[in-house]
């Protein structure tokens, strides 16, 4: 079933692997360059159904940190559309992830411990649905006022129509990870006592107004993702349940495919990762009858086919294993007998017959 093409509106995917969104912190001034085009196409190359880009951010201040890849301005596009060409001539279709980071953003890259860069230092003061900061070791940020959830929604909507013209055929929302729209859901960093913060259809305002926002211009026959922290894996934090209830909610509002992650909204959890630990999110929200992708830990074909024929989700979002293996589905493809997986035709000679 790993190899079993899916249509979602108009657009069929080869196969259900799919790149998951993987920071790169590789970009000058949110521009997409040689490394992006090479990472992204080798997985492409490599036999991905799907590719998405990393969390691009939708104005300035929403990156993680000042190298992360964005689509805030019309000059971003001519370098994306070069990534999304190479990869539909592969047979992959070419997708893109928006976001803000709110509170998290302003920080050093991985490599480079994650510190909070001062404004002082280049950084950027952090925006968030209430003055709470992440931690201790990051700043307080500031409270968004209404007009600024707006001019946010409407750097969404200005994102997707240049991912559009980039050649973009998916888009996904990131809802996950303790980033702004996250925020805004968990009762942990939304205070708010406005029509934006309390009871759970305040908290998903933000979101539901971006999905609409995003819809209004992108094309009805391409398929809109979102993507969620389905727990905060902490007491008094979004739960599984009120996942579930999400499903039912955006089903109507124009989202395909709900892709449950989890954690990420505050720093003092440990969250019990191990192999196929966030599939029963995706199993749960499955049942409310959207489309679902499950991520996290899955590393083998036999792993994910079992995900999929058992019915706990639709799509198997990888991110690691494909690091460490971008030709993971060509391999994965002769492991469970799938003999008729095209190779680019330049690498044919290497594929050993039975």
Known sequence: MLFTPLTIRSIALKNRIVVSPMCQYSSE?????????????????GGAGLVFTEATAV?????????????????????LKKITHFIEQQGAVPGIQLAHAGRKASVTEPWNQDKLIPVSDGGWKTVAPSPVPFSDEKDTPLELSVSDIKKIVGDFKAAAVRALAAGFKVIEIHGAHGYLINEFMSPLSNQR?????????????????????????????????????ASDWADGGWTIEDSVKLGEMVKGHGVDLIDCSSGGVVSYVKIPARPNYQVPFAEAVRKTGILTGAVGIIVSADQAEEILTTGQADLIFMARELLRDPYFPLRAARELGNDEMPWPVQYERAKRKK
């Open 29 to 45: 001034d949110g521009f997409a360059n040689d490394w992006h085009l090479v990472h992204l196409g080798s997985r492409a190359v």
């Open 59 to 79: 104005c300035p201040e929403g990156r993680i940190s000042p190298h992360d890849l964005g689509i805030w301005k019309d000059g971003h596009i001519e370098q």
């Open 193 to 229: 006592s406005d029509d934006y913060g309390g009871s759970i259809e305040n908290r998903i305002r933000f979101l539901l107004e971006i999905i609409g926002a995003i819809r209004n211009v992108w094309p009805v026959e391409f398929p809109l993702f979102l993507r969620i922290s």
